[in-house]
């Protein structure tokens, strides 16, 4: 079973600094389908990044992913208020099928 | 504008089944997948499954299979998620998720969500 670990579980920052989000797998994640969603309270995730590094329509450029393999990171430079959310990794193709991090908590310092 | 939208909040007793629905607006629903993710209160995502409408093939979370079905109507551009035998720990919000592209993995769609509340 393929598990994702995200850290840390908290990251406290000031807006307009920079954010570096971790999320390493337990086996290699195939064909890099990894994911990074944004939710903030009382909303759906929203998508961020797919295939470890590809923007999804509509995100700024200040969100950046990286990585292959097993460890995978997700960048946001000069954090904006809205920024402030729970963001989660998902991985594809393994085995459970889906699997999500726990996520990270990205609070206003 | 592409959007899912949701049945409204449900309570059930133990035991008892949901039928959550998920109607797609915006976009061609026979070409893209669906798939079904649930977060307790105060916790994370967890997937439950995913559904091809184009020909019905389904993949289940092994923590669910034997009490979820996935169902689609293209008639009416929905998918259902029916859960039986309910216990207290499937009190979540369930979300239902339009995939990305025409192969599964990502979920760039989602519904506002559906708050089910188990409880005696």
């Known amino acids: 079973e393929i598990v994702l670990t995200q850290f840390p579980g908290t990251l406290s920052l000031s807006p307009g600094e920079g954010a570096t989000l971790s999320c390493r797998a337990s086996?290699?994640?195939?064909?890099?389908?990894l994911a990074w969603y944004q939710q903030k309270s009382g909303q759906p995730p929203r998508l961020l990044i797919y295939?470890?590094?590809t923007r999804a329509t509509g995100i700024p450029d200040r969100f950046s992913g990286f990585g292959s393999g097993t460890d995978f990171t997700l960048t946001i430079s000069r954090l904006e208020p809205e920024d402030f959310a729970v963001y989660y990794c998902?991985?594809?193709?393994?085995?459970?099928?889906?699997?999500f991090g726990q996520g990270t908590k990205l609070e206003i310092k | 504008q592409v959007q899912l939208v949701q049945s409204g909040a449900e309570v059930k007793k133990p035991g008892a089944s949901v039928k959550v629905s998920c109607k797609a607006s915006?976009?061609?629903?026979?070409?893209?997948?669906i798939s079904w993710v649930r977060q307790a209160p105060g916790q994370g995502l967890e997937w439950l499954g995913w559904?091809?409408?184009?020909?019905?093939?389904?993949n289940y979370a092994q923590k669910v299979q034997g009490r979820v079905t996935m169902t689609t109507d293209t008639s009416t551009n929905t998918a259902y998620m029916e859960l039986r035998s309910l216990r207290s720990d499937d009190t979540a919000v369930y979300y239902c998720?339009?995939?990305?592209?025409?192969?599964?993995?990502?979920?760039?769609?989602w519904g506002q969500g559906t708050l089910v509340t188990v409880s005696s």
């Open positions: 998902q991985q594809y193709g393994g085995s459970p099928r889906y699997t």
């Open positions: 295939g470890a590094s």
């Open positions: 915006g976009y061609n629903f026979d070409s893209f997948g």
């Open positions: 086996q290699s994640v195939i064909s890099n389908y």
């Open positions: 559904i091809s409408v184009y020909n019905g093939k389904k």
């Open positions: 998720g339009k995939d990305l592209t025409y192969q599964e993995g990502y979920v760039d769609i």
